[in-house]
C-alpha cells in the first residue's frame, strides 16, 4: 500500500505564491507517475499536473506558464510550484500517485487513471 500526504496550502493573496508538497510512503517502490489535481467546490476534479518517474512533466491549460511540477525520487517526494496565483484557482489540492507506467498527458490528465490518492490540502487565493 502507499500513503501519500500533501502539505503547504493556506490562504494566499492573488498574485502571491504557495509551494505544495506530497510525500510518498508505504511501498512507494510501486509508484511510477504522479500528478496533482484540483477540485473546487461544485466543479469536476480537473488535472493541475503530472510527472513521470523519468521526470517528464505536463502542465493544465488553465495553469500554464504560472505552476511547475518537480520531482524528488531520492526523498519520495513531488512538488507543485505555484505563481501568479488567481482566486480562480481556489480548490482542494490533491496528490495522486499511479502504478504504471505510462507517459503520456492523455493518460496522466485523468483522474480516474490514478491508483492512490492523498487527502487534500487546501488552497485559498483571496485578499
Known amino acids: 500500500q502507499v500513503h501519500l500526504e500533501e502539505s503547504g496550502g493556506g490562504l494566499v493573496q492573488p498574485g502571491g505564491s504557495l509551494r505544495l508538497s506530497c510525500a510518498a510512503s508505504?511501498?512507494?517502490?510501486?509508484?511510477?507517475?504522479m500528478g496533482w489535481f484540483r477540485q473546487a467546490p461544485g466543479k469536476q476534479r480537473e488535472v493541475v499536473a503530472a510527472?513521470?518517474?523519468?521526470?517528464?512533466?505536463y502542465i493544465g491549460d488553465s495553469v500554464q506558464g504560472r505552476f511547475t511540477i518537480s520531482r524528488d525520487n531520492a526523498k519520495n517526494t513531488v512538488y507543485l510550484q505555484m505563481n501568479s496565483l488567481k482566486p480562480e484557482d481556489t480548490a482542494v489540492y490533491f496528490c495522486a500517485a499511479d502504478r504504471f507506467a505510462r507517459t503520456s498527458y492523455s493518460y496522466l490528465s485523468v483522474a480516474q487513471n490514478y491508483d492512490y490518492w492523498g487527502q487534500g490540502t487546501q488552497v485559498t487565493v483571496s485578499s
Open positions: 508505504g511501498n512507494y517502490f510501486a509508484i511510477n507517475a
Open positions: 510527472v513521470t518517474s523519468g521526470g517528464r512533466s
